[in-house]
């Protein structure tokens, strides 16, 4: 993997500025935060967030394809541009609960926001903050909204389950045939048919 600074022109701006969750910043601020972020340039295989690392930054999937890993299982993919990883770093600072490694050739934006808060120091700059705030919330509630859509179709395939599994125990249940219990049947009536002669 290999980490270069992302340098854009606030003149002619730049297509990070068009990812929704950063609408949280106005015009200087997200000037700031992408002035302090890298461009990372991963090949397959390479690890962006390791499971069980502390780690400060927040990223943003440019190009490519991720996979999200807890312990050997994959979990999750990650594939479409502009697509915000990595957040909660900011909210419970504590060690990270998957592994992200990239499966393609992918460019992803890394957003050190440990970095942001010490150039930007909360009783100097609340407003700052504010935004840094409102970018997590976003990207929360946005999570949030897609693991409650997860959950409506898993209810409703469980539910279609055990409909169908009722459907099923409704019907008069068929005799099984058990071939191996008709031989034991058929030897123990031959035994008892040579005791008697």
């Given amino acids: 993997m ?9 003149k002619q701006g730049s297509p990070v500025k068009t990812v929704p969750a950063l609408a ?16 990372l340039q991963c090949e397959p295989g390479d690890v962006i967030i390791k499971e069980g690392s502390i780690d400060s930054r927040i990223y943003i999937l440019l190009s490519g394809e991720l996979e999200v890993r807890v312990g050997d299982k994959r979990v999750a993919a990650i594939s479409r541009a502009g697509e915000v990883f990595g957040e909660l770093a900011l909210v419970n600072q504590d060690k990270r609960l998957a592994s992200v490694i990239a499966s393609t050739k992918s460019v992803c934006l890394a957003v050190d926001q440990k970095f942001l808060q010490d150039i930007h120091p909360r009783e100097e700059d609340p407003d700052f903050h ?36 009722s459907a099923g125990e409704a019907k008069p249940a068929a005799t099984p045939v058990i071939p191996r219990a008709r031989k034991v049947k058929a030897r123990v009536t031959a035994r008892k048919a040579v005791r008697r002669r």
């Fill in 2 to 10: 290999k980490e270069f600074a992302y340098i854009h022109d606030s």
């Fill in 24 to 39: 949280s910043f106005n015009e200087e601020q997200l000037d700031e935060v992408l002035n302090s972020s890298s461009l």
């Fill in 130 to 165: 504010a935004s840094l705030y409102e970018f997590v919330a976003r990207l929360v509630v946005r999570k949030l909204e897609a693991t409650s859509r997860r959950l409506a179709e898993v209810e409703k395939e469980l539910r279609q389950l055990r409909e169908a599994a």
